[in-house]
């Protein structure tokens, strides 16, 4: 679907702590559509002619995967895929089903007794002996 700037909708507003269900189909591609294109916006910055192209539907479940970038604190990152390595999984693995877990939940209430940070405010506690 080829659309332009001015017809891609909104994101869903900002959560405002009154209880609400999961996500929904179409929050979900409102944002999904906001994010394409300011990825083709900034592949067109740096000379890319590809002609922009919509995604009329969030992906469905079985796509093919896709990569991901982000930035974390490299102790915890250390820590958790060592984890992993102990498990005898990989972190792919592990931050895929909490990704899933966290987007089925409706918002404020997964996990249980975790708040969502703000920015890069999250540390692993130093000692990491649990004790």
Do not use: N
Not at 42 to 61: H, I, M, Q
């Amino acid at each position: 679907m080829t659309m332009t700037a001015h017809e891609i909708p909104d994101a869903p507003p900002a959560w405002d702590g009154t209880p609400r269900g999961a996500v929904t189909e179409a929050e979900a591609l409102a944002v999904h559509q906001r994010s394409y294109k300011l990825g083709w916006e900034r592949r067109k910055s740096a000379g890319s002619s590809t002609e922009f192209v919509l995604p009329d539907a969030v992906p469905p479940p079985g796509s093919k995967r896709t990569m991901a970038a982000f930035r974390l604190d490299p102790r915890t990152l250390a820590f958790a895929r060592t984890r992993a390595v102990v498990e005898g999984t990989d972190l792919t693995a592990v931050i895929d089903r909490l990704l899933a877990q966290y987007a089925a939940a409706p918002p404020g209430t997964w996990p249980v007794g975790w708040a969502i940070p703000d920015g890069d405010d999250v540390e692993l506690d130093p000692d990491l002996s649990g004790g």
